[in-house]
């Protein structure tokens, strides 16, 4: 099975700082996805990438941009943090579109 | 959300009984995946669908993309089948990306 891990798994950010997540999958996995999970919505869509160097935006994108150095690693910043932004975020990878994806075990994001 | 809607909302089973939840779509999902959320939040695949069916266990899930649903049965529910259930959909008119349901929680009593 595939192995997504993210880091750092909880966070504490104050409003108006920068936030980065980061995410490592070990599968050679083309695809990578970041979402974010809250009460009544399910888990949405904010950013993903099909290839290093790609970045695409996703359902939910304001607020947020999203960095695809290499194959193995996709990060979510927050440049401005807000309250609103307080949410548990997961990382996903997949082999391409069309395939199953596979999800990091989460990061819960505070901002004050 | 609206995409993608999973019935019941909340659902609380007896330990050896048999349930089932349902995802309907308003989207031409094209595959399906189930996940289960544990209390601790981790996200764990349980079927990845084409139309038809597949089974693992003491579960079974069908998709019907024709008929726009997909149906996840769990059969002599145990206590660690508790948490939530995700369907998720992806379909090539929303660009091949995963549309989540709003889940329904399980809780399976002694």
């Known amino acids: 099975e595939a192995a997504v891990t993210q880091s750092p798994r909880n966070k504490v950010a104050v409003t108006g700082g920068k936030v980065t997540l980061s995410c490592n999958q070990t599968n050679n996995h083309n695809n990578m996805y970041w979402y974010r999970q809250d009460t009544g919505h399910g888990l949405r869509l904010i950013h993903y990438s099909y290839g290093a160097g790609s970045t695409e935006k996703g359902d939910i994108p304001d607020g947020y941009k999203a960095s695809r150095p290499s194959q193995e690693n996709f990060s979510l910043i927050l440049e401005l943090a807000t309250p609103s932004q307080t949410s548990v975020y997961f990382c996903?990878?997949?082999?391409?579109?069309?395939?199953?994806?596979?999800f990091g075990p989460g990061t819960r994001l505070t901002v004050l | 959300g609206d995409k993608v809607k999973q019935s019941p909302s909340a659902l609380s089973l007896q330990e050896g009984t048999n349930s089932a939840l349902r995802c309907n779509f308003s989207?031409?999902?094209?595959?399906v995946q189930w996940f289960l959320q544990n209390p601790r939040g981790s996200l764990m695949n349980l079927f990845y669908?084409?139309?038809g069916t597949k089974e693992n266990g003491r579960l079974k899930s069908a998709f019907d993309s024709k008929e726009s649903y997909s149906t996840l049965h769990i059969r002599d529910a145990q206590l660690e089948d508790s948490g939530t259930y995700f369907c998720a959909a992806e379909a090539g008119s929303a660009g091949n990306k995963l549309t989540f349901g709003i889940g329904t929680r399980v809780l399976v009593r002694p």
């Open positions: 669908l084409v139309p």
């Open positions: 989207i031409a999902a094209t595959t």
């Open positions: 996903a990878s997949g082999r391409d579109w069309g395939y199953e994806q596979y």
